[in-house]
């Protein structure tokens, strides 16, 4: 089929729903890559431009506001972060599915900027489940595991606005889960269907 | 999650595009099942009525049609052919897929009395392998295949209002895609969002 440009998938759940592995996972699928940042921050030791991030200055981060070039952005910490749209669209010209493993408020903010983006909410089997896992961590305080509880609970109360959920049980089932929904989304009637149809009815003429 | 509904697929295709093998290959996931039509064409050999077939008299298919109850329904030589809308509500009632194997007018009038259906368009990888498929089963004339080939290229016009679509080339990745389909489609958020954050909510207040 002639339709072969990538989609844009954003990938987003509660800390500790484990998010990053099955992004990984499906990484491994050369057709699949992730969306690098544009961030006003400055390089870490080993980090490169373009690979990490795109390391830029304020300006440059203001000026691509300005002609509207992100997909979503935020402040952290008195750094901005972006999704800068040129690139991204670049890569599913080529073909290539995009990635992005982002918060929810950065999800909505892609829906808008992109309505065809492919919004999948990774969700814990419960948070008992949620809760042991960031117990299991070991790594943060009693406060501190209600603190994020209580944010995947204002998280999960967007689903309504993400197109699939995914249920992260078996971890296995859930990456299965998401390759399906992006198999699924490459397999969507075009809107423009006339393409197709021409195929079919050249070759009929024997052209 | 509660949304265990089944969901009804709508499976069409010019005829020798393969669609019987792959519906039974779809048909062996117990969750998934055909529809079975009501007609009032007379009962064969060993047919049972409620596994080929309803068998209804005239009058009990009009009073069908009376009351809104088929999803499709269409004549030939002289006889009533039409899918029963009850039947097929109690089966995704009961959380199982209901699979529709019909022509793309049925298909058309599938989507119109029930808009959530999932319309899935099968294709020949081309006319030419449709040709040698058609001519390999050895039982039609040449002008036979000329007017299938048209009937086919007809169909295809109608593309743009199916959902998916799927090229049958090589039959195991046909089979895949659907079922990724099927997946995916199962894992959408439905409309109605409340139960499942009333769910995580209530976990939350320890009820």
Redesign the interface.
Request: net charge negative; proline share 0%.
């Given at each position: 089929?002639s339709h072969s440009k990538g989609r844009l998938f954003v990938i987003s759940g509660p800390s500790g729903t484990g998010k990053g592995t099955i992004c990984r996972e499906i990484l491994k699928d050369i057709r699949n890559e992730f969306s690098v940042s544009m961030t006003t921050r400055e390089p870490r030791e080993g980090e490169e431009h373009g690979r990490e991030y795109f390391f830029v200055s304020h300006e440059e981060f203001i000026e691509n506001i300005n002609r509207n070039n992100f997909l979503e952005y935020a402040t952290v910490f008195d750094n901005y972060y972006g999704t800068p749209k040129d690139i991204v669209l670049k890569k599913l010209e080529k073909g290539r599915n995009v990635i992005l493993d982002i918060d929810v408020q950065g999800g909505l903010q892609v829906k808008e900027a992109m309505p065809e983006a492919v919004l999948i909410?990774l969700l814990p089997p419960?948070?008992?489940a949620l809760r042991s896992r960031l117990e299991n961590r070991g790594t943060e305080t009693p406060e501190k595991i209600e603190k994020r509880?209580?944010k995947?609970?204002d998280e999960?109360?967007f689903?309504?606005e993400?197109?699939?959920?995914?249920?992260n049980d078996v971890r296995e089932d859930a990456v299965?889960?998401v390759?399906?929904?992006m198999?699924?989304?490459a397999?969507?009637?075009p809107e423009k269907?006339l393409p197709?149809?021409r195929r079919?009815?050249q070759?009929?003429k024997g052209e």
């Open positions: 089929m909410f419960s948070l008992a509880l209580n995947a609970l999960i109360k689903i309504g993400y197109d699939y959920m995914v249920v299965s889960d390759r399906s929904i198999t699924a989304e397999l969507r009637v269907v197709i149809i079919y009815e070759e009929q």
